[in-house]
């Protein structure tokens, strides 16, 4: 195994967990209610979604990189 590899295999684990751990309030999501609210992200949960977004771009780096250097 590469350091390429080794790397979008945490940053996959990582994302992943920090995806299930993000909680959603009762009756919002996809099955949720059809009522359209706008609500703000504070503290932890605003933490979390930002963390979010910073791995998703490590992980399609190095995706990116691990296929264009097979090694």
């Known amino acids: 195994m590469t350091l390429l590899n ?3 295999i945490i940053a996959s684990v990582i994302l ?6 993000q909680v959603r309030e009762a009756g919002s ?10 609500r703000t992200r ?4 605003r933490t979390l979604f930002q963390l979010t977004i ?6 399609l ?3 990116t990189l691990s296929a264009r250097f097979p090694g």
């Not at 504070?42 to 949960?45: A, C, I």
């Open 54 to 59: 910073v791995l998703i771009v490590i992980f």
């Open 16 to 21: 992943v967990l920090i995806i299930l751990s």
């Open 6 to 8: 080794i790397a979008q």
């Open 61 to 63: 780096v190095v995706s």
């Open 42 to 45: 504070r503290g932890l949960e």
């Open 29 to 38: 999501g996809m099955f949720g209610s059809a009522q359209n609210t706008v």
